[in-house]
Nanobody
């Protein structure tokens, strides 16, 4: 079964950088999409970055220019780099992966949480001033 395990969160000062990792295992096919979501206290879980199986990426407008999603060549680890960190980045960050699909999803769906079937347990990022 698919397992996604995040790591790399912590308490970091404003202006610094942070790279989150997600170890991916159990896939028997190549998913069209992998993504990063975050959930701040009292807010809905929101998509912040996604990458498709060709390496194309999509970012939420609120994080564009500061977040970078990438992965290793073997596609066994997904990363999210945040630089620079801002106070509003404080949230639990989740790695997410799609289940089997018959066709690639339209780009406007890439940051929609319902497009994803597998989720990690989350890693907390706290940004302090």
């Amino acid at each position: 079964q698919v397992q996604l395990v995040e790591s790399g969160g912590g308490s970091v000062q404003v202006g610094r950088s942070l790279t989150l990792s997600c170890a991916i295992s159990g896939y028997t096919f190549t998913p069209y999409l992998m993504g990063w979501f975050r959930q701040a206290p009292g807010k809905e879980r929101e998509g912040v970055a996604a990458i498709d199986n060709h390496g194309a990426t999509k970012y939420a407008a609120s994080v564009k220019g500061r977040f970078t999603i990438f992965r290793n060549n073997a596609k066994t680890t997904l990363y999210l780099r945040i630089d620079p960190l801002e106070p509003e980045d404080t949230a639990v960050y989740y790695c997410a992966g799609q289940g089997l699909r018959v066709r690639a999803p339209r780009e406007y769906l890439w940051l929609v949480k319902q497009e994803y079937n597998y989720w990690g347990q989350g890693t907390q990022v706290t940004v302090s001033s």
